[in-house]
């Protein structure tokens, strides 16, 4: 039975991560959740290393690096996170994998499976691992990504380029449709929304749900459920609502708050 913690601030993402662990990995048991860096560093001076770590890097009181500073783990460490810039760091400090939020459970398993190897064989790094970092590193030293700057649409027989910075969200009703600040609607020759968030700026735009991507200076207000859901209320002249689930709400939540 390996013996693993859990790291993270986020109540509902910490209970979603355990079932999903205890899913994929029944020979491994939680031993304690961890919802700050306050709490952590009482827990590892009380308590023997574990066989395995899952981190989120963003806590509420600070970063999930600096535990790893204060203290010298040699267990590995399965990070998660919203977002991708901590990737380099990460594996600096005994990071054998890296999830984005909301976790796939096979994204999951994969890291398990590679940390099982790591404590059995009981080694640094295997092979894999070592060529992953190296394009980590090839991918932080490129240029940086740039996004789409404007999107053509059809308006009374005629083409619109309409500037990325105008639109306040993408949403799928039958086909799908860009909304513009200022209330105009256009119809978006594209299949998928999946196809239109890989071109905008994830930092400037959010997947709310499957039919809507919203721009985080178009939500007006946020009214939380006692479900844990969310809704978002867009600014005038739009004014139209939009759903978070349950599960997304958190990472929602770290998303906004910057």
């Known amino acids: 039975m390996m013996q693993a913690i859990i790291i993270e601030d986020e109540k509902l993402i910490a209970k979603d991560l355990e079932f999903k662990i205890n899913q994929v990995s029944a020979d491994i048991k939680i031993k304690e959740v961890l919802p700050s860096l306050k709490t952590a560093y009482k827990w590892f001076l009380e308590n023997a290393e574990p066989d395995l770590i899952f981190a989120d890097i963003q806590l509420s009181d600070g970063i999930s690096f600096e535990i790893f500073q204060r203290y010298q783990l040699n267990c590995p460490v399965i990070f998660t996170t919203a977002y991708d810039e901590y990737a380099i760091q990460a594996f600096k400090v005994n990071g054998i994998d890296y999830l984005l939020k909301p976790i796939d459970s096979q994204d999951l398993k994969r890291a398990i499976d590679k940390a099982r ?29 740039k ?25 799928r009703e039958s086909i799908n449709y860009i909304y513009t600040f200022s209330g105009e609607k256009y119809v978006l020759d594209f299949s998928t929304l999946e196809e239109i968030e890989e ?13 809507s991507i919203v721009h985080i200076d178009a939500i007006h207000s946020i009214k939380p459920h006692e479900n844990s859901k969310l809704t978002l209320t ?3 002249p739009l004014k139209m609502e939009q759903d978070i689930s349950r599960e997304k709400a958190p990472v929602f939540k770290k998303w906004l708050d910057r």
């Open 234 to 236: 867009l600014k005038a």
């Open 147 to 171: 996004y789409k700057e404007k999107f053509i649409v059809q308006s009374r027989k005629q083409w619109l380029a309409i500037d990325t910075s105008q639109i306040a969200c993408f949403v």
């Open 117 to 145: 190897v790591i404590i059995e064989s009981k080694s640094e790094y295997p092979q894999d691992l070592k060529s992953l970092l190296e394009n980590l590193v090839n991918k932080e030293s490129a240029p940086t990504k």
């Open 199 to 211: 071109l905008v700026d994830p930092g400037k735009y959010y997947r709310a749900n499957r039919q």
